[in-house]
């Protein structure tokens, strides 16, 4: 009879995997920029082969920092969603492309329950740009950020 791996056993596999294939792609290119859907891809077909619900998800990475943004201050993104003993988690190995942007420290891996704030399920409208002073930087070069970004 085989037994069922535990969560932290499930956990510690996928966060292997993970770390296997970021190095396989900076290996293979020296730089994870603009490598989110081959990134995606790979770990949705390597956590399938090991028995995981994994799929790609689409979201938008809204800027903290606005300096370096030519025409927006978002950018289409990929990662992947695990469906893991009826909860989600959410796996990026190219999130810390985005460091330029953003004013804390981005993890090399992220893997959480959680996306972080800065993650949307949808491309920012009016609303959320004019909350993050993207509106305001756009018309006059100078904002007030109050967007939650962080917790």
């Given at each position: 009879?085989m037994?069922?791996?535990?969560?932290?056993?499930?956990?510690?596999?996928?966060?292997?995997i993970?770390?296997?294939?970021?190095?396989?792609?900076?290996?293979?290119?020296?730089?994870?920029n603009?490598?989110?859907?081959?990134?995606?891809?790979?770990?949705?077909?390597?956590?399938?082969?090991?028995?995981?619900?994994?799929s790609?998800?689409?979201?938008?990475?809204?800027?903290e920092?606005?300096?370096?943004?030519?025409?927006?201050?978002?950018?289409?993104?990929?990662?992947?969603?695990i469906?893991?003993?009826?909860?989600?988690?959410?796996?990026?190995?190219t999130?810390?492309?985005?460091?330029w942007?953003?004013?804390?420290?981005?993890p090399?891996i992220y893997?959480?329950?959680k996306?972080?704030?800065?993650?949307?399920?949808?491309?920012?409208?009016?609303?959320?740009?004019?909350?993050?002073?993207w509106?305001?930087?756009?018309?006059?070069?100078?904002?007030?950020?109050?967007?939650?970004?962080?917790?």
């Amino acid at each position: 009879m085989m037994v069922k791996p535990t969560l932290q056993q499930k956990i510690f596999l996928i966060q292997k995997i993970a770390q296997q294939e970021r190095d396989k792609l900076l290996k293979k290119y020296g730089t994870l920029n603009g490598k989110c859907i081959e990134a995606t891809d790979n770990l949705v077909y390597v956590l399938q082969c090991n028995g995981f619900n994994a799929s790609a998800k689409q979201v938008w990475v809204l800027y903290e920092d606005f300096e370096s943004c030519s025409a927006y201050c978002y950018e289409e993104h990929w990662l992947v969603k695990i469906l893991i003993d009826k909860s989600n988690y959410y796996l990026d190995i190219t999130l810390d492309q985005f460091q330029w942007a953003f004013t804390r420290q981005l993890p090399t891996i992220y893997f959480d329950r959680k996306k972080p704030n800065f993650y949307l399920d949808k491309e920012p409208g009016r609303v959320i740009l004019s909350r993050c002073g993207w509106t305001s930087y756009y018309n006059t070069g100078n904002y007030i950020n109050n967007f939650n970004y962080w917790d």
